[in-house]
């Protein structure tokens, strides 16, 4: 990801996150000066985790990096989901699948459609591997047919919803499909997830051990305190759109916006350095961790305290992700990408937000 070798951290990247968990644990959380505090050193540990995610990355080589970073993310969200709906029991039943589709949705609208956007604009046109993109793709599509719409086609069980069979059944599927698509990206087919051509610049010497090892550490601190601070601050966003008028589900597309900033940003990141490939890794690989890993971490915990799970999507829900679907699809197929596409899929993710705000 980065061109520049790395032989000492910088000190911002290392005090903001420890600030920040400092902050955190004052226990001041309804007062606003902690509010605005924490709202600061939010986006400075995102900031943090930016950094460090590039320099583990240029230490690793690609796709691991970008795997390591996706990975991160997703243990931690899922960590999350699992602890709001222990505490929250069946009033959590949406809980798992509202977060997880405003995920896939803001990935593969907002994160995709940014970069080809600002990819366009700032070289025109650039390329990537095809074949990446149809391996990822395929399993993406499976797992999301699979754990999102099917539930609504099913007989076994009254609404959108599976049985404990079903349940355990796509949830080994989904364990299954994300396995291999790992292992084929890691190892026999990693040729695919690679730039067919590399600026020289890229080509710097990887950082040392010692610092790969230390910003491996310090971005898992800060992809930890970007969670719980979105966690902490989720009761003022509350307020917030509750007096703006506008639906509750907003504020699970709000919190999912700032936990996958990190990812977001090193994506865009990366388009901006002419490395759409990086970005299509980290934006289709986020999206498959997602969904691939939190699924099934999901239904382990609900059969385990016998909590209601509602998996399948409504109507309205299901047209907006088919068409997202479509959309990136057809974009990325020649590959070759330009501005327009990212247009499109940008306005994609507004239609989704608009139809969240304004059902």
């Known amino acids: 990801m980065s061109s520049k070798t790395h032989s000492a951290l910088p000190f911002w990247s290392v005090v903001l996150p420890v600030t920040a968990w400092a902050v955190y644990f004052t226990g001041m959380k309804t007062e606003l ?23 583990v990355a240029h230490k690793v080589g690609e796709p691991f990096g970008t795997i390591i970073l996706a990975l991160a993310v997703t243990v931690i969200e899922v960590a999350l989901i699992i602890s709001l709906m222990v505490a929250g029991g069946d009033s959590a039943a949406f809980l798992a699948r509202d977060t997880v589709f405003a995920a896939i949705m803001l990935i593969l609208n907002g994160i995709l459609g940014g970069c080809l956007l600002i990819g366009g604009l700032k070289h025109h046109e650039q390329s990537f591997s095809k074949k990446s993109i149809s391996t990822a793709l395929v399993t993406l599509m499976s797992i999301l047919v699979l754990t999102m719409i099917l539930p609504n086609f099913t007989v076994s069980s ?31 087919h990693r040729d695919y997830f690679l730039a067919e051509s590399d600026n020289p610049q890229h080509h710097a010497a990887p950082p040392s051990t010692r610092i790969a090892l230390a910003s491996l550490l310090l971005l898992i601190i800060c992809l930890g305190i970007v969670v719980l ?5 989720s009761p003022a966003i509350e307020q917030m ?13 709000i919190i999912a916006a700032v936990v996958l900033m ?11 350095r002419n490395r759409l490939q990086t970005s299509v890794n980290l934006a289709l690989g986020s999206a498959l961790a997602s969904i691939g890993l939190t699924i099934p971490a999901v239904v382990l915990v609900c059969l385990l305290y016998d909590i209601n799970l509602v998996l399948g999507l409504d109507w309205t829900s299901m047209i907006l992700l088919a068409l997202s679907a479509f959309v ?12 327009l596409y990212g247009v499109v899929l940008l ?5 989704y937000i608009f139809t969240v705000i304004v059902p």
């Not at 759109?241 to 597309?253: F, K, N």
């Open 33 to 55: 000066i902690w509010q605005l505090a924490a709202g600061m050193l939010l986006i400075g540990s995102v900031l943090s985790a930016v950094h460090h995610a590039e320099v």
């Open 241 to 253: 759109v509750a007096a703006a008028g506008a639906p509750q589900s907003l504020v699970g597309v």
């Open 347 to 351: 306005v994609n993710l507004a239609a």
């Open 328 to 339: 990136v699809m057809v974009s990325l197929n020649h590959g070759r990408s330009n501005m």
């Open 158 to 188: 009254n609404g959108p919803t599976y049985n404990d069979y079903q349940l355990i059944f796509v949830a080994i599927a989904s364990l299954i499909l994300y396995g291999t698509f790992i292992m084929v990206q890691t190892g026999r």
């Open 262 to 272: 990190p990812e977001g940003l090193a994506a865009l990141t990366a388009a901006g």
């Open 229 to 233: 601070l979105a966690k902490a601050l």
